[in-house]
């Protein structure tokens, strides 16, 4: 059964177990989850400016992807912490989050959640609990359906 969040209360708990053994070192972690994404896809390092940092030598180094991390993987944070204890900012953060993220669709974000996941699943290795596959993929489910399919993107930009 779930709750005005879209999740249910096993999806909730494995969610918070899942982040509190990660959410000590999230910088790292945060970088480490966008390098992960770039080397799985990497047609999504289009997406991202990262020549604010005009000395870093490669990707590891730069600072303007660390803050970036940093920005994404703490937004992430909040709607586990907070967000699923109050349905209400749940959802107005998943509105923000959309409305920040224009070009970024539906698709994406479920390419992202697998990513995520993949990477969780690594770092928790035998910690990890049997129901974070099923608890993320709804989760990811639920941010997905805050952005746009590539129909309804086009169809946005169509002339009438």
Do not use: C
């Amino acid at each position: 059964m779930t709750d005005p969040t879209g999740l249910s209360g096993v999806d909730k708990i494995t969610l918070f177990s899942a982040w509190g053994l990660i959410r000590k070192d999230l910088d790292i972690h945060g970088r480490n989850i966008l390098l992960l994404l770039f080397q799985q896809h990497p047609e999504y390092l289009a997406y991202f400016d990262f020549s604010d940092d005009t000395t870093a030598l490669s990707l590891v180094d730069n600072k303007s992807l660390f803050s970036q991390s940093i920005l994404a993987i703490k937004t992430f944070g909040a709607l586990i912490e907070y967000g699923l204890q109050d349905a209400v900012l749940f959802h107005e953060t998943l509105r923000k989050v959309a409305r920040w993220q224009g070009n970024i669709q539906a698709r994406d974000v479920l390419i992202i959640g697998n990513v995520l996941l993949a990477y969780l699943k690594q770092v928790l290795g035998r910690q990890a609990p049997t129901t974070l596959d099923d608890a993320f993929r709804n989760l990811f489910v639920i941010i997905s359906n805050r952005f746009p399919t590539p129909a309804e993107a086009s169809s946005a930009t169509d002339p009438v």
